[in-house]
């Protein structure tokens, strides 16, 4: 019953960085892009914070990637 | 037909100042020396102790300013806004992520704010038995503090509702190196 304890919680994995440093950005540039401040974007690259749909899906598109191949659940791979 | 092209020189000015408030709090980087770990953690400590040592130096000395208090407690705030990039203030300048912080602080602030009121009752209910079994005048209080200390007592209660959610927030501050993967 309720919520699982925070450890407890699926985490989801994602290729961020990876993916942010092919295409040239910086934190800061894909945080202009998605409106969001730059250190969330590091919270989300480090896996301490797991984005909304909306923020995952406007992260996706400004790398120029389906969601999919940007973000999984922890333990599986895209 | 100038009075339209006015209005829109005022929206467009309107719209300019909105977008430079909402880049300084977002991306101001001259406050980040209060923004990392080691600050918060020392903003913390300096806050408690001007919140809560202040009026206990009063109660043991009677001599000191409210002031004083009222002066320490608006830099220790002020510092404290600061340090949160505002998120208390105002929902349009934070993100989902500071925003989750927010509702986390607030939920935690109401929490530890009755625990502190109700740990202050207990103290004068066990003071009343206390006195009641030692001597025979339990609950007996005349409140006859005098005014001064009812303004202290009534700043650390606007203090302590004004600076819970900043220490509620958490010591996790922002990294110190990042702006080494800033750009």
Redesign the interface.
Known sequence: MGRKPKHEEERVANRIEELRNAAGLSRQALADKVDVHYQTIGYIERGEYSPSLVLALKISKALGQPVEKVFSLEGESN | METKSFEERMDALGRKADAGVRDWV??DSVFNWLRNTPARILLALVSVGVLYGIPAAQLFTRNMSQWTYIGALLVVIVLQKLSV?FAFDDDSE?????M?RRNRAYRRAYKRIGLIIGAALALVAWQGIYLKASLGSGFQYSFDLASANWNFAFIFVIGLFALQKYLSWGIKG??MR?SA???
């Open positions: 977002r991306n990039r934070i993100d989902e992520y500071q989750k922002e990294p990042d993967t800033k750009h």
